[in-house]
């Protein structure tokens, strides 16, 4: 019966987790269209104000996307190496010994 209690309290764990990640996701609401509307050509009415339309400008990336992720990315190498290199000298070097006769 324990068994039985602990698969229950497990799947409704995760039930909960996948509920608490799934409400954001149904909360969106839909984008914005950023597009100016125009007037139709049937009606023959024409704006008292033309605004002429820019094409949009390149967004130029922050600091932090230039120089911390890059920075990451190379850090999380250095520690994946320099932890291969610890385990090799920690664990494969005193895997065998060496018999003095």
């Known amino acids: 019966m324990k068994r039985a209690l602990r698969i229950s309290a ?5 039930a909960a987790l996948f509920a608490l990640m799934a409400v954001p996701v149904f909360a969106q609401e839909e984008e914005e269209t950023t597009e100016p509307t125009t007037i ?5 009415l024409e704006p008292a104000v033309p605004i002429p339309v820019d094409p949009p400008l390149e967004a130029v990336p922050d600091w932090t996307y230039r120089y ?3 920075t990451t990315l190379a850090l999380a190498a250095v520690v994946i190496l320099l932890t291969s290199i610890r385990y090799f000298t920690n664990v494969v070097r005193k895997r065998y010994r060496i018999v003095e006769e």
């Open 10 to 14: 497990v799947l409704l764990a995760f």
């Open 40 to 44: 139709s050509e049937n009606t023959g």
């Open 68 to 70: 911390m992720i890059p």
